[in-house]
């Protein structure tokens, strides 16, 4: 089956978030995470229930090299991303995005 994938603005937030810290880190490390999170992105697209429910529909995959989870559901053939939330936060800080 081909899934659509779609990022919801919350979600979108969290990655520029993330992308102007590990810029102000080192130079091209954001561009770095944005390139991992395309990955991981691909990987959702292809296959999304590879990854298990982690709390009522939601599931999550966790960025190659850099401590984040891209939190999504699955609704028919389409993949919304909800959010991409450090490691270290609250896990129930994905609510606020549904």
């Avoid at 990022?7 to 520029?16: P, Q």
């Avoid at 390139?35 to 599931?59: C, D, F, G, T, W």
């Avoid at 850099?66 to 450090?86: A, E, K, Q």
Wanted: proline share 3%; aromatic share 12%; net charge positive.
């Amino acid at each position: 089956m081909d899934y659509q994938l779609s990022v919801r603005k919350e979600a979108e937030t969290d990655i520029a978030e993330a992308f102007d810290y590990y810029e102000s880190c080192r130079k091209s490390l954001g561009h770095d995470f944005l390139l991992a999170v395309e990955a991981s992105l691909n990987k959702i697209q292809r296959n999304p229930v590879l990854y298990k429910e982690i709390h009522r529909q939601i599931r999550r995959v966790f960025i190659n090299r850099f401590p984040y989870g891209i939190y999504f559901v699955i609704m028919g053939n389409t993949v919304i991303v909800i959010g991409v939330i450090h490691a270290r936060k609250n896990p129930r800080h994905w609510k606020k995005h549904q």
